[in-house]
């Protein structure tokens, strides 16, 4: 078995520990001031909102996150593709719960950036009823130039 093989079987499964995030009307009105959004309706929050208190309640820091891949912020870690799912629209003052962890991770060869791994993970936003409100699925690309990642 090759070592990216290795690392894939142990990174893909991975679930984190989870936690919760709540967005109050002071940092809903931050948000969308600084985003310049639209009017919303009353204690609405903006779609961004699921990426933000996906990454906010996942229970662990992204330093941690790209470790689980052997990467770290000296490796260039980049964001990849981002995927959001809105079933209901989030609110303020709601404790959402959030679950998940890493789907997959692949290597890929590109003839201008080399070698790269992508991992991706999936979060589901959980309202307090139990309901999936959202879910934020995001792919993290680790550039392996160095180390034994990059053979």
């Known amino acids: 078995?090759?070592?990216f093989e290795q690392l894939r079987e142990r990174v893909v499964g991975v679930q984190f520990p989870g936690g919760t995030?709540?967005?109050?009307?002071?940092?809903r009105w931050l948000s969308h001031d600084a985003m310049q959004s639209p009017a919303l309706p009353d204690s609405v929050l903006h779609?961004?909102?699921i990426?933000?208190?996906a990454l906010r309640g996942m229970g662990m820091t992204i330093d941690e996150l790209t470790a689980i891949a052997d990467a770290g912020a000296h490796d260039g870690t980049m964001f990849g593709e981002t995927e959001l799912e809105q079933h209901r629209p989030l609110r303020t003052?709601?404790?959402?719960?959030?679950r998940g962890g890493v789907t997959d991770l692949v290597?890929?060869?590109s003839q201008r950036?080399?070698?790269m791994d992508l991992m991706t993970f999936r979060l589901e936003l959980v309202e307090p009823s139990g309901?999936?409100?959202a879910v934020s699925q995001q792919t993290f690309i680790f550039p392996r130039r160095h180390g034994i990642h990059a053979q």
């Open 1 to 3: 078995m090759s070592e």
């Open 113 to 115: 950036a080399g070698r």
């Open 47 to 49: 779609p961004v909102w």
């Open 51 to 53: 990426l933000l208190g």
């Open 131 to 133: 309901e999936v409100a």
């Open 107 to 109: 290597r890929k060869q």
């Open 93 to 98: 003052s709601v404790e959402y719960t959030v």
């Open 21 to 27: 995030f709540v967005v109050e009307e002071y940092e």
